[in-house]
Every structure is written in C-alpha cells, then in structure tokens.
C-alpha cells in the first residue's frame, strides 16, 4: 500500500458495454491501481458520444478565450471539461479495440476535442510542445486479428503520436490480439501482462 496520492484517467472507447476485451482488460489494470491506496479514479466513457467539432466550435477554439462571447464559451464546455480530466490526472488507463484498422471512431472524437492550442499544446520556438508531460499512459488493445504492431495496426501509432503530441510519450500497450481465433488464450495472455507490469513506477511521475 502507498500513501501517495495518484489520479487515474479511465477512458474506455468501445462500442461495446458487455463482452468487450478493451474494458475488461483497462477495468482490471485500474483495479490494480486502487488496490495500492490512495488512488483516485476519473472515469471517461467515450462510447457514449461525443460531438463533432464544427465551424463554430473551431471558430471558438481559435478564438482568445478573453475575447469569446457566451455562446461560444458555451461550446466548449465540453472540451473543458475533457482536458481539466487530462490535467487531472497522473495515469491514464485507455480501453481501445481495434476497428477498421484504426481507432474506434469515438477515440477519434475525443482527440479532436482534447489536442488544443493553448491547452495541451502550444506553439514555441521549435515548434509544437506537448503540455501534458509527466504523464505515463497504459493503453489495452483488443482486436480480432491485426497484431499490435503489424503494419495493418493503425491505431497504436496514431495513439502514440495524438499522446506524444500533448506531451504524453510514456506509453505502454497490452494487447489481446487475435481474440477472433483464439479468445481464451488472447485474453490469458493480456491478463499476465497487466498483473506483471510495473505500475509503481507511474507514482514517481
Ligand atoms: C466495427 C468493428 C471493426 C473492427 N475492425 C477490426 C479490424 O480492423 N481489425 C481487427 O483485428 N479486428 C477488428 N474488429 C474486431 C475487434 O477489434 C474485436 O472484436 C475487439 O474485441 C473489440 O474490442 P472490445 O472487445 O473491447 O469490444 C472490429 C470490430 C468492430 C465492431
């Protein structure tokens, strides 16, 4: 047990409430978490919806938030939101199945709303910097047959770079592939994985 107090980001993405890999896999990595104290969990599912960004709401993104009107204040509340979670936390613990090669289309809703100038990144002398480091993120992978990996795998690298993007480059898969063929062995598998993994090191981050 650990008296340091941690903030872990659930976010689970797939389609799916029962039967699905992604969240059985990222629930028993959290549990690992909160077993070791003082664990405070944010959870986030984007499964549930969440809209696409508009005309307006860009306009409003780029616009300084000292200069947007109400209404415009108003459509990014959600965002806000969204973001005040990643600052929040210290760990996040993402659910993603593979779908269609890449993310589930969710997943990709929540990007557009959480990668923002300003926010969670901004403009310097070299570029963009990421303002979310010290971060460590632990992702569970499900798919039917793409290994993580493999060139047909277009959702970790994406994640990873949306992640090292806003600054989060501490990164870790566990994956259960292959759960089309072999399900029992893939899910086995990713459970060895999440139970041996290191997760004391994310409370010095
Ligand atoms: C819409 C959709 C698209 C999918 N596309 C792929 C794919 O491109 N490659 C793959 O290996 N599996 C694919 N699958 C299989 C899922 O990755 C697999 O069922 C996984 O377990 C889903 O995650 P979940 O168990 O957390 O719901 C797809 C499933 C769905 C529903």
Not at 31 to 47: L, M, S
Not at 70 to 80: G, R, T, Y
């Amino acid at each position: 047990m650990t008296s340091t107090p941690l903030t872990v980001l659930k976010l689970d993405s797939s389609g799916r409430k029962s039967g699905s890999v992604s969240r059985q896999l990222s629930t028993r990595l959290v549990e690992r978490f909160t077993r070791q104290g003082d664990v405070t969990v944010i959870e986030r599912d984007v499964a549930d919806g969440l809209p696409a960004v508009t005309e307006e709401w860009i306009g409003s993104n780029f616009t300084p938030s000292a200069d947007r009107s109400e209404d415009q204040a108003a459509l990014l509340v959600q965002s806000d939101t969204l973001v005040a979670e990643l600052h929040a936390a210290d760990v996040l613990v993402i659910g993603m199945p593979i779908y269609n090669f890449g993310v589930p289309a969710s997943l990709k809703s929540w990007i557009d709303l959480i990668c923002r100038a300003g926010e969670t990144f901004q403009y310097g002398e070299n570029g963009p910097e990421g303002l979310l480091s010290g971060k460590r993120a632990i992702v569970t992978v499900a798919s039917g047959g793409v290994p993580v990996g493999s060139p047909m795998d277009h959702a970790t690298t994406y994640l990873s770079q949306v992640l090292g993007f806003v600054g989060i480059t501490d990164v870790t898969y566990v994956s259960a592939t292959g759960l089309a063929m072999d399900p029992d062995a893939a899910i086995k598998s990713a459970e060895t994985e999440i139970d041996a993994l290191n997760i004391t090191q994310a409370q010095a981050a």
